[in-house]
Structure formats: structure tokens, C-alpha cells
């Protein structure tokens, strides 16, 4: 028989949208970014869960007009989480990621294409998308807009038979404002549409069983096959005389299946000297449960949708986070090409007011509520030629 193994792709993305945040930079004016390479290790470790690997970026323009960018990470995967624990064994895997993009500087109007590939060995993503951006009344006012679409193939290890597909569709639109010398602000807006077998293959939800032993029995998930979603965020950032800066995240989500979510990150950049810059951040995220989730359902095919995943319940996390970057001076650079190192950390708390730890006694149902924290690390070294 084989081992039933259960995916936590949310914590892959997490470290997705951590990395592509470090190595991606976003653009105020209509220029090209320069030439970079970067070289990083990211490793996430909490619930049971630990992720970890490499990641190389480069990034080279072809003209003043033209660039390419290419990245590549690895992440190994061992999981002895809560969910595996209480349905099935711990399990190792390893996941590869690469993306290529190409740039377009065309006077005012900066155009991108993005193809990505996610490839495990139960699940294969692939997306790709075009983004637009135009300086306008001066340059002090930007606007965006993108479509992306993805394609992703399902299955379930121990099953040559069982194959599904999924896919997503992206719109974002965004405008990035100059409001005075030091004060800038950024207003985006996304919505996403996904289609297709949405859930888990190795997720199951429980229910009172009172012919069983130990009174819970378990049976898959069912979920809808249509999921469509909204966010916007706020985005300021407030630069000091003495090189210092402030910034401001404010992002609301809510979705079909009723899940409403706030995301709230304060951050302050500090500089020491010429080379040292400190970064310190504290970011809150609160989200109420889809509709067709519950802990425990009262019998087997209590409803038409059913779910059991930790994170479509009513949970919260806290995230303090430490960043240091280095600005190499030119004795420990490469020739006359300008480098950086950079270490940074984040602390994460869980907090689930729904979701109770099935491993812990109680007696079903009345087992205490899940928590958990992880760290985040993030450590790397670019180079800009």
C-alpha cells in the first residue's frame, strides 16, 4: 500500500512570493533594471515542515531596450506535520521551480513576458504572463496592467490512474503614485479566476463515527471546481533625511468560497554608515473560514463540499521579521562591479481558532485549537555589472 503523503503547497508559495520579492525589483521610471546576479539559500522550518535549497537569479539587458531574466531554486521538502501525522507517514520530496522573462523598453511603455515552470513529482504548474507599464504626466505617475494564465497537472503518487488538471487566470492592475519628494504610493488590484479539481488528492476531512473504535472516521475532500477571488492593496513608502525609510502594506482578499481576509506589514529600513543597512518589520494577517469548512463534520457526507485544510480556516499569523544588508565596498567587490550580501529573518507565529490538533488528547472534537511558528530565512549575494 502506499504512503499517503499530504502536500502543503501554501508554505511553497509563501517562500515563492519571499524569493521572487528579493530577486525581482520593481520599477518607478521607464528603465530597464541593471545587470544582476544573485546567488540564494532560503529555508523554511515550523509545523513540522521544512523547506529548503538554493536559488540563482541573472539578469542581462541585450540593449538599452532589451533585457533577459532568468531564475532557477530547489526546494527540499520533509514534512511531519500535524496533517500528515494524524492520517499518514512523514514523507521527503523535492521540488524544482524555474522561470525566463524578457523585457521591453519602448520610450515610456515597459512591456514583460514571464514563463514559469513548477515541477514535483505529483504536480506539475506551468504559467505565463505579460505585464504592461506606462510613465505618464511626468514620470511621477506609473500605470500597470497584467494577465497571466497557468496550467497545472494533478496526481497522486501510488495511483497511476488518477490525473486531474487546473487552471488559473489572473488580472492585475495597479497605478504608483510620486505624492511629494520623499512620500510615494502604490495602489494595485487583482482578480482570480480557477477552474477545475482544486483540492488535494491526499487531504481528507473527519467525521463522528460512533460504529468506529476511536468515534471519528475519515473520508476526501470535495471541493467546488470554481474558485474566483479579489485583492487590493495599499502601498506607501516615506523616505527620511538621513537615508532612513518607512513603509506601509495594507492588502484585503476575499474570494467565492467566503473567505475574507486583512494583511497589514509595517517596515523601517535604517542605514549604518556607508555599507550597513538594517531592515526591522512586523506584518498581521487575520482570515475568517470557507464556507464548506468544519474541524469535524457531524457524519460521512454531511454536506456536498467538504474540507479540512488548516488554511481555509479561521486562523491568524504574526510575523516579525530582521533583515541585514551589506554593501560590499570596492576592496571586496568583483573588479569595479558593485555587490551586496544580505541575511533575513522572519519569525512567524499560527494561531488556528478552528482547527484542532488531532494528535493531542481531548477526545474527538475537543482537542485543543492548533498554533505553531516557523522561521523564515533568506540569505544571499548579488552582484550588478
Not at 499517503?4 to 520599477?27: D, F, G, Y
Not at 511629494?180 to 463522528?208: C, H, K, M, S, W
Not at 505553531?372 to 549575494?381: E, G, H, K, L, M
Request: charge should be negative; include cysteine; aromatic fraction near 14%.
Amino acid at each position: 500500500m502506499a504512503v499517503t503523503r499530504i502536500m502543503n503547497h501554501t508554505v511553497c508559495k509563501l517562500i515563492t512570493l519571499l524569493l521572487v520579492s528579493i530577486n525581482v525589483p520593481l520599477s518607478w521610471a521607464a528603465i530597464l533594471e541593471p545587470d544582476r546576479a544573485d546567488a540564494l539559500y532560503h529555508s523554511y522550518e515550523g509545523g513540522g515542515m521544512k523547506i529548503d535549497g538554493p536559488s540563482v537569479l541573472l539578469r542581462k539587458k541585450a540593449s538599452e531596450s532589451l533585457a533577459f531574466t532568468g531564475y532557477y531554486y530547489l526546494d527540499s521538502i520533509s514534512s511531519a506535520s500535524v496533517d500528515v501525522l494524524s492520517t499518514a507517514s512523514p514523507y521527503t520530496e523535492k521540488r524544482h521551480e524555474g522561470q525566463i522573462g524578457v523585457e521591453y523598453l519602448n520610450d515610456k511603455t515597459l512591456m514583460t513576458f514571464n514563463a514559469r515552470q513548477s515541477d514535483e513529482d505529483d504536480y506539475l504548474a506551468q504559467s505565463f504572463s505579460i505585464n504592461v507599464s506606462q510613465d505618464t504626466f511626468g514620470d511621477l505617475t506609473n500605470l500597470s496592467l497584467g494577465v497571466s494564465y497557468g496550467d497545472n497537472e494533478i496526481r497522486r503518487n501510488g495511483d497511476d490512474l488518477f490525473e486531474e488538471q487546473s487552471q488559473q487566470y489572473r488580472i492585475r492592475a495597479g497605478i504608483s503614485q510620486i505624492l511629494t519628494r520623499n512620500l510615494t504610493a502604490q495602489l494595485n488590484f487583482e482578480a482570480i479566476a480557477d477552474e477545475g479539481y482544486l483540492n488535494n488528492p491526499y487531504r481528507t476531512v473527519r467525521f463522528i463515527d460512533t460504529t468506529s473504535p476511536s468515534g471519528v472516521g475519515y473520508q476526501s475532500e470535495v471541493y467546488p471546481e470554481t474558485r474566483n477571488s479579489f485583492s487590493s492593496k495599499l502601498s506607501a513608502s516615506y523616505f527620511l533625511p538621513y537615508r532612513a525609510a518607512l513603509f506601509f502594506h495594507y492588502r484585503y482578499f476575499n474570494d467565492s468560497w467566503e473567505i475574507n481576509a486583512n494583511d497589514v506589514e509595517l517596515g523601517y529600513r535604517h542605514p549604518i554608515g556607508d555599507y550597513l543597512e538594517l531592515e526591522f518589520k512586523v506584518r498581521y494577517y487575520q482570515q475568517t473560514q470557507a464556507e464548506f469548512y468544519s474541524d469535524l463534520f457531524p457524519y460521512q457526507d454531511a454536506q456536498n463540499y467538504l474540507a479540512r485544510d488548516k488554511e481555509l480556516s479561521d486562523f491568524n499569523d504574526l510575523t516579525l521579521g530582521l533583515g541585514v544588508t551589506y554593501l560590499m565596498p570596492e576592496s571586496l567587490s568583483f573588479g569595479d562591479n558593485r555587490s551586496e550580501a544580505s541575511l533575513q529573518w522572519d519569525y512567524i507565529t499560527f494561531d488556528y481558532s478552528n482547527f484542532r490538533d488531532p494528535t493531542a488528547e481531548g477526545g474527538v472534537g475537543n482537542e485543543p485549537f492548533y498554533s505553531f511558528s516557523a522561521n523564515v530565512i533568506r540569505a544571499f549575494y548579488s552582484i550588478y555589472f
